[in-house]
């Protein structure tokens, strides 16, 4: 890594849907909602845009993560910045960057993800590296069996470890 490099994390899955199937999933908050942690992803998908992303918490909804559209070329490429909100040790980091890259292959889709500009050291980095795997299969497991992964909410795992 180079000096002042920022730390990457990247994840490829293929998955048994159209490329317009996989944007849908990333983009409909009503399908987010059911592989993402219970998180409804909410933005008009246009460059500058919002993104916010929203969870059930005792108090009705709650904003987990929010972001701005950087990018975005439907069905084939979607961007946009990332800052943790639900997990105060995680606010204060910097945005980061997640990069949805789709790809058809044959009858299937190739997803890529990389979330980049993390900062070295920082709590965001590990969540990361933890949650796009499960979030990323649960994806996939409701695209090509109609249910997804029955997930642990990362609000309960932070909670957990500060107890």
């Known amino acids: ?35 993402w942690y219970g998180r409804r992803a909410e933005s008009d998908w246009k460059v500058g845009s919002p993104v916010t992303f929203w969870y059930e918490s005792a108090d009705g909804e709650a904003v987990s993560d929010r972001g701005i559209v950087l990018e975005i070329v439907r069905p084939r490429r979607l961007s946009y910045t990332w800052q943790v909100q639900f997990i105060e040790s995680m606010r204060d980091e910097n945005p980061s960057r997640v990069t949805f890259e789709i790809e058809a292959e044959g009858e299937d889709a190739k997803l890529t993800v990389t979330h980049d500009e993390l900062e070295a050291g920082g709590e965001v980095l590990q969540a990361v590296r933890n949650g796009w795997p499960a979030i990323l299969c649960s994806l996939k497991s409701l695209l090509e069996t109609g249910e997804p992964l029955a997930l642990t909410s990362p609000a309960a795992v932070a909670k957990d470890a500060a107890a």
């Open 1 to 35: 890594m180079a000096k002042n490099a920022k730390p990457s994390f990247s994840y490829l899955t293929h998955i048994a849907a159209t490329p317009d199937s996989v944007w849908r999933a990333l983009t409909d908050g009503v399908l987010t909602r059911q592989y």
